[in-house]
């Protein structure tokens, strides 16, 4: 069984520019979960997904975070404008009941 | 008060040690209980879950969830070198929404 894609692995930006972010899931699993996790800390919950609707969005920074999963499989997470406290890992995962299945994140540099 | 608090350590035993490692949590309506381990440049992987109470053995891993005390623990005997990981712990209550501790980073020395 594949896991779940992330890509790019690494991308470096300088502040101010915007950057974008996919995740292919694993096949069949219905919730895609956004999380953001800066180093030395937890993961935290950027935006969940149930199929293509928004279960969960209270911890996104809306002002310049934007998710979609248009058709109920693929998500991306994009930030614009970047600011040097969005540095951290972007990890995406899907789950098909308890179980939260991680991606290998993003890792996100804004100089 | 975080909701789910936990030593960030670092945590350093020699190959072969038992190695406990500890959250607590303060949400009373909390009944699920993960333990994730993270290797360098990964993403987390499921290591335990365990549903309300109890201990929960996987192998060297055993989980141990106190809701009287609200204390979670992992345990891992025979500690190996590839243990050598951050753990993290997480809550949820019925909405299934993750409250993650900050990870223990463990380094197993040969």
């Known amino acids: 069984e594949a896991g779940v894609a992330q890509s790019p692995r690494y991308k470096i930006i300088e502040k101010r520019q915007s950057v974008a972010f996919w995740c292919n899931p694993i096949s069949g699993h219905a919730t895609l979960y956004w999380y953001q996790q800066i180093l030395g800390q937890g993961p935290k919950l950027l935006i969940q997904f149930q199929n293509n609707g928004v279960v969960d969005d209270s911890q996104l920074p809306k002002d310049r975070f934007s998710a979609e999963r248009l058709k109920g499989v693929d998500s991306t997470l994009k930030i614009q404008p970047a600011k040097l406290e969005d540095s951290a890992v972007y990890l995406c995962?899907?789950?098909?009941?308890?179980?939260?299945?991680f991606g290998p994140g993003t890792r996100l540099t804004v100089l | 008060q975080k909701e789910v608090e936990q030593d960030p350590g670092p945590l350093s035993v020699p190959e072969g040690a038992i190695v406990s490692l500890n959250c607590t949590y303060s949400?009373?309506?909390?009944?699920?209980f993960m333990w994730y381990r993270q290797y360098s440049r990964k993403g987390p992987e499921l290591l335990m879950y365990t549903y309300s109470s109890g201990n929960k053995e996987d192998g060297r891993f055993t989980a141990q969830v106190d809701k009287s005390s609200k204390y979670i623990s992992l345990f891992i005997r025979d500690s190996q070198p590839s243990d050598s990981a951050t753990y993290l712990c997480?809550?949820?209550?019925?909405?299934?929404?993750?409250?993650w501790g900050l990870g223990t980073s463990l380094a197993v020395n040969p």
């Open positions: 949400n009373s309506a909390f009944q699920y």
């Open positions: 997480a809550s949820a209550g019925n909405n299934r929404k993750l409250i």
């Open positions: 995962a899907s789950s098909l009941n308890n179980e939260q299945f």
